[in-house]
């Protein structure tokens, strides 16, 4: 077969990069020691990604978890971005995995890894975490807090949860919970003045 | 928080293209009118993807449904990239995405669209789908093809595929199984050869 109307270049290139407020709101230097300082971090990119209009209220981050460094961040960036598929959890791990040059964060030779997301991950980030080689995962708000807002989060059962703890991966759930819904709720009254004036 | 050791810029973006042989393989003029011809265009790219020694042995496409056009076509590219989350649906449904300008494939004015991939998704992909804006999705190969070869598929039950269908999505499975099964054992034979000499 030719390709003759598009070249493999044609057919696009997708950049995901973050928004330039992250370099304000995001200390790298800063070990997160308590579960509770790392979904407070995910927290305010979550609210800081609603309040400059970036996108949902999502965020997430990679850290190391035996230092508390922080590898990368995410925020939500579907409507930013056209792009379905970017989600917070996304954004962090893909560019936790661009940073340190692997397709796997339990690649040998690296500390273990931990994603924290200010929201229990939809379908697809619950399968993009058993991907991702992270090793523990830490969420704020609860599923329930998601879909009492109408945040569809897909195909999610407990089987699902059991799926990843077989495979060795750790969940800590329900961190700074009410924080955390309240960027949902905030993004709901945003969202209502905009849609239903 | 000061933005001491990086920026966002410093934080990486993540590039994600096609691989050059696509250019050849792929006749972005041909309209596509059976799941045959859609699924063996996708087992085209996965056979394609590992001889080229480009990445796993899966490919997908995303095209009109009424037209038979075809949009965007993603192999496997999780090692070629570094990146645990770019398997074929995902990067077919990015670069849809990137090329219509949105992050709905089912957004007002866009005529349906379905993927086509040559093996059952895996979790990630399945809740991708679900977040793509396709209403229809054929499949190759079967889930139980691709466990039998090891390959993990992550947390996906029959209720996932109910959960996708309740809100819209029609599945065809199945299609050219044999043939597309085909290109999963090409693989698991290389590998065998490269693993264990």
Chains 1, 2 share one sequence.
């Not at 928004?19 to 995001?26: E, H, T, Y």
């Not at 962090?92 to 991950?121: I, K, N, R, W, Y």
């Not at 945040?151 to 955390?180: H, K, M, N, T």
């Not at 960027?183 to 003045?193: A, D």
Request: proline share 4%; with cysteine.
């Amino acid at each position: 077969m030719s390709g003759a109307g598009r070249d493999a270049g044609g057919a696009g290139e997708v950049r995901i990069a973050l928004p330039p407020w992250v370099a304000g709101a995001v200390d790298w230097e800063r070990r997160y020691g308590t579960d509770e300082e790392k979904v407070r971090l995910t927290v305010r990119l979550a609210q800081e990604n609603v309040e400059h209009g970036t996108g949902g209220p999502f965020g997430a981050a990679v850290l190391e978890s035996a230092t508390g460094r922080l590898v990368a961040v995410g925020m939500n960036s579907v409507v930013r971005l056209s792009n379905a598929v970017l989600h917070g959890e996304i954004v962090a791990v893909m560019l936790a995995q661009q940073q340190l040059g692997t397709f796997s964060l339990a690649a040998a030779g690296l500390p273990a890894h931990e994603l924290v997301t200010s929201c229990d991950p939809c379908a697809m980030c619950l399968g993009a975490i058993l991907w991702s080689g992270v090793k523990r995962v830490v969420c704020g708000a609860a599923r329930e807090d998601a879909t009492a807002l109408q945040f569809d989060e897909g195909p999610v059962f407990p089987a699902s949860y059991d799926y990843l703890r077989e495979r060795g991966i750790v969940f800590a759930r329900g961190v700074c919970r009410d924080e955390a819904r309240a960027v949902l709720e905030l993004y709901r009254r945003r969202s209502g003045v905009i849609y239903n004036p």
